[in-house]
């Protein structure tokens, strides 16, 4: 193996090793103060969301949602509800 053949094999591992968007389902745990929990040990507060146009309603307890972790960072969007199949 050539001194480019190891550059590239490491170029490509660190590429996909790296997750460009994680996606959640999470769920609002407290609404005054809003806490949103994605699993046992996430939690995300309000400094922590990105509201866009399309959903910038008021969150109640207990709703779920649908959402997406920027690449890399700790800020979340919220993309939806989701509603629950009967």
Do not use: A, C
């Amino acid at each position: 193996m050539n001194f480019l053949d190891i550059i590239k094999s490491s170029v490509l591992n660190v590429v996909n090793s790296i997750k460009f968007v994680e996606t959640y389902i999470g769920e609002v745990v407290e609404e005054e103060e809003l806490k949103i929990k994605l699993d046992e040990k996430l939690f995300v507060t309000e400094e922590q969301i990105i509201r866009t146009s399309n959903f910038n309603e008021p969150i109640k307890n207990g709703t779920k949602l649908f959402m997406i972790r920027e690449s890399g960072g700790q800020r979340f969007f919220i993309v939806d509800t989701i509603l629950e199949n009967k």
